[in-house]
Nanobody, 122 residues
Framework: QVQLVESGGGSVQTGNSLTLSCALSGRTLDTTDMGWFRQAPGKEREFLIAISGRTGQTAVAASVKDRFTIAKDNTKNMVYLQMSDLEPEDTAVYTC???????????????WGKGILVTVSA
């Protein structure tokens, strides 16, 4: 029933910007907490950023807080990951997730997208 589909991945050059999209179906975005993760080859999955469906509160990892932003459009059931000043170290599979944010803004994930590859070349 619940499905998350990412789009917008690809290859970009260092310093460029890229926006990923996540289409949510089976749930309404204004009652669902959403987030983004990434996993580079040989590394663990890393939390990036999340947003509360009801309040709009956000949580962002310190490593990307100056470059990554999350946004959503409730009417379209779309969530976006806006990335700027991309570096080769940002190369990874990026995954959209749906779940619940705690009071301390920790996202407990109930559903995962399949992931989409972002490659940043020097």
């Amino acid at each position: 029933q619940v499905q998350l589909v990412e789009s917008g991945g690809g290859s970009v050059q260092t310093g460029n910007s890229l926006t990923l999209s996540c289409a949510l179906s089976g749930r309404t975005l204004d009652t669902t907490d959403m987030g983004w993760f990434r996993q580079a080859p040989g590394k663990e999955r890393e939390f990036l950023i999340a947003i509360s469906g009801r309040t709009g509160q956000t949580a962002v990892a310190a490593s990307v807080k100056d470059r990554f932003t999350i946004a959503k459009d409730n009417t379209k059931n779309m969530v976006y990951l806006q990335m700027s000043d991309l570096e080769p170290e940002d190369t990874a599979v990026y995954t959209c997730a749906a779940g619940q944010l705690s009071r301390v803004l920790i996202l407990s994930v109930d559903y995962w997208g399949k992931g989409i590859l972002v490659t940043v070349s020097a």
